[in-house]
């Protein structure tokens, strides 16, 4: 008999990624008319990938001040 224990949040966060990611694939295999319109007003990748930069690094910033404010 298993036992029933709470899943660790690794394991929430990988299950998440993928009931989020699973319908998005299926999505760009079907291809269906309406997402191909919504995708053309989409910015480029370019642009995404520079902002989760930004993101990232703004995160990082709050992270490392809140580290050095503990010493």
Not at 16 to 28: D, G, H, K, S
Not at 57 to 65: D, E, H, I, N, P
Request: a positive charge; aromatic letters at 10%.
């Amino acid at each position: 008999m298993a036992h029933s224990r709470k899943p660790c949040r690794s394991c929430l966060r990988i299950r998440m990624f993928m009931m989020c990611a699973l319908p998005v694939v299926m999505l760009i295999g079907l291809r269906p008319d309406g997402m191909v319109r919504i995708a053309g007003y989409l910015p480029d990748a370019g642009w995404i990938a520079a902002a989760m930069m930004v993101v990232g690094t703004f995160g990082f910033v709050q992270r490392y001040r809140k580290y050095k404010s503990q010493d």
